[in-house]
């Protein structure tokens, strides 16, 4: 009886492991619905507001977390379009306010590549900034231990001037006894000193350039003394990358906020311990069309269509990783802006067209202020995509060449969208270079 009993503990134990290791064994979610899951979390499945203010710009950041920085202006910079996206046409300027004045809600730094963030956030990077510090002065060859006193110049600088544009501090740089630092260098420094958290922005000029300050004379005591624990902070950057993400790879989210691999994986195990994230597979993400290991964010929703129409910066959150974006849409993405023009194969500032819950198209776009006209250099039609869509992008094109300011729009001869657009937009025509 004793010898029954203990096999049948035996056999309750095995059934009992099986049974853990099945309810454990992650579910399978098919790529349609891990898209429609990625473009609700970023907010893709939202009502557009009546009105666009403050209130609607500070949840587009909140959700995404950033918004990436590019000084290419050939269309229009890149950290209004995410907002375009999400919000349709709103006042620039009104964004200006809260991003470029130094004083508002946002501030910049390294969150992705150079990005605007919540000021209240910026303590939970002390950690990187620290990183890079000791990464840059732990080689006794790196260039700031090459250039330290040009690096101490620039801090009695700031001291002294306060909140001012590298233009200028350039300018002082070539009338002082330091006189020999050049523009480069001192671009260089103060770039450097940016990343270590020694120097911050104190917002943007009318014409977009930075003003560096020292931390002390932007931020409020409450914001310099704060330091979280590093895990702590890298633990709640992952958990965003997530919110933010909806369901994706250990990969995608430690790019979100190019986090380091040992620290991502580190904080998604602390997640998924809490419940916060899930293992899933996600069908025809992995090789040769095999599911993929992913995570879903608990509170990530999964709604059963998505009806979004926008046009997507090159450093939309949505396409930013590129490998994402091909994996996610069947999207493969380069930008081509610093191709030679001979080389290029859809144009200088491409954007990707998002329609429903997929990437229709791709359009090269130039803002031609001076004539007044939204010029579509070239017009291309992804596989697969819905003939009706042409119809959506024409009159994404109409809104936008509206919140430009442009009263024409002119479509150029490249592309294989470029004459059905033409058509249905009733555009004028110009010869694409």
Same mark, same amino acid.
């Given at each position: 009886? +004793? #010898?029954?009993?203990? /096999?049948?503990?035996?056999?309750?134990? @095995? =059934?009992?492991?099986?049974?853990?290791?099945?309810?454990?064994?992650?579910?399978?979610?098919?790529?349609?619905?891990?898209?429609?899951?990625?473009?609700?979390?970023?907010?893709?499945?939202?009502?557009?507001?009546?009105?666009?203010?403050?209130?609607?710009?500070?949840?587009?950041?909140?959700?995404?977390?950033?918004?990436?920085?590019?000084?290419?202006?050939?269309?229009?910079?890149?950290?209004?379009l !995410?907002?375009?996206?999400?919000?349709?046409?709103?006042?620039? /300027?009104? %964004?200006?306010?809260?991003?470029?004045g130094?004083?508002?809600?946002f501030?910049?730094?390294?969150?992705?590549? +150079?990005?605007?963030? #919540?000021?209240?956030?910026?303590?939970m990077?002390?950690?990187?900034?620290?990183?890079?510090?000791?990464?840059?002065?732990?080689?006794?060859?790196?260039?700031?231990?090459?250039? %330290? !006193?040009?690096l101490?110049?620039l801090?009695?600088?700031?001291?002294?001037?306060?909140?001012?544009?590298?233009?200028?501090?350039?300018?002082?740089?070539?009338?002082?006894?330091?006189g020999?630092? &050049?523009?480069?260098?001192?671009?260089?420094?103060?770039?450097?000193?940016?990343?270590?958290?020694? =120097?911050?922005? +104190?917002?943007?000029?009318?014409?977009?350039e930075r003003?560096?300050?020292?931390?002390e004379?932007?931020l409020?005591?409450?914001?310099?003394?704060?330091?979280?624990?590093?895990?702590?902070?890298?633990?709640?950057?992952?958990?965003?990358?997530?919110?933010?993400?909806g369901?994706?790879?250990?990969?995608d989210l430690?790019?979100?906020?190019?986090?380091?691999?040992?620290?991502?994986?580190?904080?998604?195990? &602390?997640?998924?311990?809490?419940?916060?994230?899930?293992?899933?597979? =996600?069908?025809?993400?992995?090789a040769? *069309?095999?599911?993929?290991?992913?995570?879903l964010? /608990?509170?990530?929703?999964?709604?059963?269509?998505?009806?979004?129409?926008?046009?997507?910066? !090159?450093?939309?959150?949505?396409?930013?990783?590129?490998?994402?974006?091909?994996?996610?849409?069947?999207?493969?993405?380069r930008?081509e802006?610093?191709? !030679?023009?001979?080389?290029?194969? $859809?144009?200088?500032?491409?954007?990707?067209?998002?329609?429903?819950?997929?990437?229709?198209a791709?359009?090269?776009?130039?803002?031609?202020?001076? @004539?007044?006209? %939204?010029?579509?250099?070239?017009?291309?039609?992804?596989?697969?995509?819905?003939?009706?869509s042409?119809?959506?992008?024409?009159?994404?094109? &109409?809104h936008t060449?509206?919140?430009?300011?442009?009263?024409?729009?002119? =479509? *150029?001869?490249?592309?294989?969208?470029?004459?059905? %657009?033409?058509?249905?937009?009733?555009?004028?025509? $110009? &010869? /694409?270079?």
């Amino acid at each position: 009886m +004793a #010898r029954d009993f203990a /096999s049948r503990h035996t056999f309750l134990a @095995a =059934v009992s492991g099986t049974l853990a290791t099945v309810i454990r064994m992650p579910s399978t979610i098919s790529a349609a619905v891990a898209r429609r899951i990625a473009l609700a979390a970023q907010g893709f499945t939202r009502p557009r507001p009546a009105t666009v203010g403050t209130r609607q710009f500070g949840l587009v950041i909140d959700r995404l977390g950033v918004l990436q920085i590019d000084s290419v202006n050939v269309f229009e910079r890149s950290h209004y379009l !995410p907002v375009l996206a999400r919000v349709g046409p709103y006042d620039k /300027s009104a %964004l200006d306010a809260l991003t470029h004045g130094g004083k508002g809600p946002f501030i910049e730094w390294w969150g992705h590549e +150079a990005t605007f963030m #919540r000021r209240d956030q910026l303590p939970m990077w002390r950690w990187k900034m620290k990183r890079i510090r000791e990464r840059d002065l732990g080689n006794p060859d790196s260039w700031a231990n090459q250039n %330290l !006193p040009l690096l101490q110049w620039l801090r009695d600088e700031l001291a002294s001037t306060g909140p001012i544009v590298s233009s200028a501090i350039e300018h002082d740089a070539n009338h002082s006894r330091a006189g020999w630092w &050049e523009w480069s260098a001192v671009k260089r420094g103060l770039e450097t000193l940016f990343r270590w958290g020694d =120097v911050v922005s +104190a917002g943007r000029t009318t014409s977009f350039e930075r003003r560096y300050a020292l931390p002390e004379q932007v931020l409020p005591t409450a914001l310099l003394d704060e330091e979280p624990d590093a895990a702590d902070a890298a633990r709640a950057l992952v958990a965003h990358a997530a919110s933010a993400t909806g369901i994706a790879t250990a990969s995608d989210l430690a790019d979100y906020y190019r986090l380091p691999a040992d620290i991502t994986r580190a904080a998604v195990r &602390e997640l998924a311990d809490e419940g916060v994230l899930e293992p899933v597979s =996600v069908a025809g993400w992995g090789a040769e *069309g095999r599911p993929a290991p992913a995570w879903l964010h /608990s509170g990530a929703r999964r709604p059963r269509t998505v009806d979004a129409a926008a046009l997507l910066s !090159p450093f939309d959150p949505v396409v930013w990783t590129r490998a994402r974006a091909e994996r996610m849409f069947g999207f493969r993405y380069r930008i081509e802006i610093y191709t !030679p023009r001979h080389k290029r194969v $859809h144009g200088y500032y491409v954007l990707p067209v998002l329609v429903g819950d997929r990437l229709v198209a791709r359009l090269d776009l130039k803002n031609d202020r001076q @004539a007044g006209v %939204l010029r579509v250099q070239s017009a291309w039609r992804e596989p697969e995509a819905p003939p009706e869509s042409v119809e959506r992008i024409a009159s994404l094109l &109409e809104h936008t060449a509206d919140w430009q300011g442009s009263g024409t729009i002119s =479509v *150029g001869a490249r592309g294989d969208l470029a004459d059905e %657009l033409a058509g249905v937009l009733r555009a004028e025509r $110009h &010869e /694409s270079r």
